[in-house]
């Protein structure tokens, strides 16, 4: 049987009820354990791997991703074009429809945009759009604590040159724009969307393989294979049937039984002692995400002792993170090496160099040039997680190294720990997790550790690492990459975080299924699966 690995983008969990008896889906179809969307199913709305996971079969972009090596593919575009990485050229495909029968045009993308960013329209991805010019006068930020009111319902960066045409104008250059262009935010919309919004969110309209067939919260929902699709990603299914369970034990017990085809994140339980391989016969996949979990450090005087290099590449290198991840997660992870996800294109393996690898003298040699640690070392959780017996084996790993008392910290509940981490007065370190937006090293380290990055709450600085960041911009994807790959290395200095880990997906199925691909966000490529 093959067994494929793949790669592209991450969420989590399942949460409603499968009742009564599960059979197996018909022929043609592969059924799959899913979960609630937490909001209607808009794409510029939905950032969350429930609502995603309905999403994604049915839509299509200018772009996608190779699942099998995170390269960029072209999907509705038949080309896209710069000079500078800063003014783009797209052309679309004419013979592309949307599951009602209207064209895909390029005024499907600039409508789409257009009405993402408009702030009163209050989509959660409207910030995906930031670097287009214009963006502020669809989104004006606070004033005196005030939103002004948006001056324009279009962005100047975004000119129709006609229906199969359209430019894109960037506030800076960005060489990754076109792997930025894979995430659904980007996707074109049909007219029905723009005339009733709530009707598409109950039924959702896209352009790619799949259409949204029946479905809703409560009975689960069926995706059928479009006829109409005349794509590069043609599947070999004939639909897919996403199931609602409450808890991933329903799911794996109808799994197990043949009443299920596929499940995504087995639960740890039936990790532990191979039991899963043992009731799955080795149907079993274990796939790596576009996710890197990591160490996060205190960044104000909160802490002054966990702001010295020496000491965090000491607590680095007293964490033994092979044998955390063998004994305690089961094989369900990757020692990450870096800050940069294996999935990402530009990754490059050893970012961190020998700070990231077990090396208990050396931690201990640092540790005392150091002038060692007053007190205990708090390391802060949420109960909410399922984290408490990692964060507990870093503690031990770090305390026998390095022989200095940490003690794990549990919070009640995710707010509290998100609130404690984001508000510069935590004392101790914390787990700090970053998951690729889209498949390009760029993202796996600009928005976390650039000066201006939206996700470096800590304010990380370190003006050799802008220098190179900038100096990338201005370079084609291929020596962009390059000169990223530099600036991750610079990190290893300062450790803002330090990496632990990049979690796995653990995947059951049943004997009707020949070949499994993810993406690396762990969500199934369903063009790239087939039956036996």
């Known amino acids: 049987m093959k067994k494929t690995l793949a790669l592209a983008l991450l969420m989590s969990s399942t949460v409603f009820s499968a009742t009564g ?70 052309t679309v495909a004419k013979d592309r429809v949307f599951h009602d029968g209207t064209p895909v045009t390029a005024k499907s993308f600039v409508d789409a945009w257009n009405w993402a960013a408009y702030a009163p329209n209050g989509q959660t991805n409207n910030n995906w759009f930031t670097d287009i010019e214009g963006y502020e006068a669809l989104s004006p930020s606070k004033v005196d604590g005030a939103t002004p009111e948006p001056t324009s319902t279009e962005m100047t960066g975004l000119k129709l040159i006609d229906d199969n045409s359209f430019s894109i104008k960037l506030k800076a250059p960005l060489p990754s724009f076109i792997s930025k262009l894979t995430y659904k935010a980007f996707f074109p919309m049909p007219e029905a969307f723009f005339a009733d919004t709530m009707a598409y969110a109950k039924k959702p309209i896209g352009a790619g393989p799949f259409m949204f067939e029946s479905g809703s919260a409560d009975s689960g929902f069926r995706l059928a294979a479009f006829e109409g699709y005349t794509g590069p990603f043609k599947p070999s299914l004939k639909g897919i049937e996403q199931r609602i369970y409450t808890n991933g034990e329903a799911a794996y017990n109808d799994l197990v039984a043949g009443n299920l085809d596929m499940m995504r994140d087995v639960p740890v339980s039936k990790l532990v002692g191979e039991q899963w391989k043992r009731d799955l016969e080795d149907r079993t996949l274990l796939f790596p995400t576009g996710a890197t979990m990591a160490l996060g450090m205190p960044y104000t005087d909160a802490n002054k002792q966990l702001l010295n290099p020496e000491l965090r590449q000491a607590l680095s290198m007293a964490i033994d993170r092979e044998a955390i991840i063998e004994i305690i ?16 294109d530009g990754y490059v393996a050893d970012g961190c160099g020998d700070t990231c690898k077990f090396n208990p003298e050396k931690a201990k040699e640092l540790y005392d040039a150091a002038g060692g640690y007053e007190g205990d070392i708090k390391l802060y959780y949420s109960a909410e997680s399922n984290l408490k017996p990692m964060m507990e084996a ?17 919070l009640s509940d995710n707010s509290t720990f998100s609130s404690l981490t984001r508000s510069g007065k935590i004392d101790g370190v914390y787990p700090a997790n970053w998951s690729l937006d889209y498949p390009a090293i760029d993202n796996a380290l600009i928005p976390v550790y650039s000066i201006n990055g939206t996700s470096n709450r800590g304010q990380y600085a370190n003006d050799a690492f802008e220098k190179l960041i900038e ?18 290395k610079l ?40 039956l036996k």
């Open 329 to 344: 997660m089961n094989g369900t992870a990757v020692a990450a090496t870096g800050w940069v996800p294996p999935a990402a």
């Open 394 to 410: 870093v503690c031990n790993s770090i305390q026998n190294t390095l022989d200095v008392t940490c003690l794990p910290q549990s």
């Open 471 to 488: 100096e990338a911009s201005y370079k084609k994807q291929e020596e962009a990459f390059e000169i990223y790959q530099q600036a991750e």
């Open 21 to 90: 008896a599960v059979s197996a889906a018909e022929p043609g179809w592969i059924s799959i354990s899913a979960c609630v969307p937490a909001a209607p199913l808009i794409p510029t709305n939905t950032n969350e791997r429930c609502g995603s996971d309905v999403l994604q079969p049915i839509l299509a972009g200018l772009v996608s991703v190779d699942p099998k090596t995170g390269k960029v593919l072209m999907d509705i575009a038949t080309s896209i074009e710069t000079d500078d990485n800063i003014n783009w050229t797209v």
């Open 491 to 530: 990190l290893a200095v300062d450790l803002p975080r330090v990496p632990l880990w990049h979690p796995k997906v653990a995947v059951g199925y049943s004997p009707r299924v020949a070949e499994i691909v993810l993406f690396s966000n762990g969500r199934p490529d369903y063009t790239r699966i087939s």
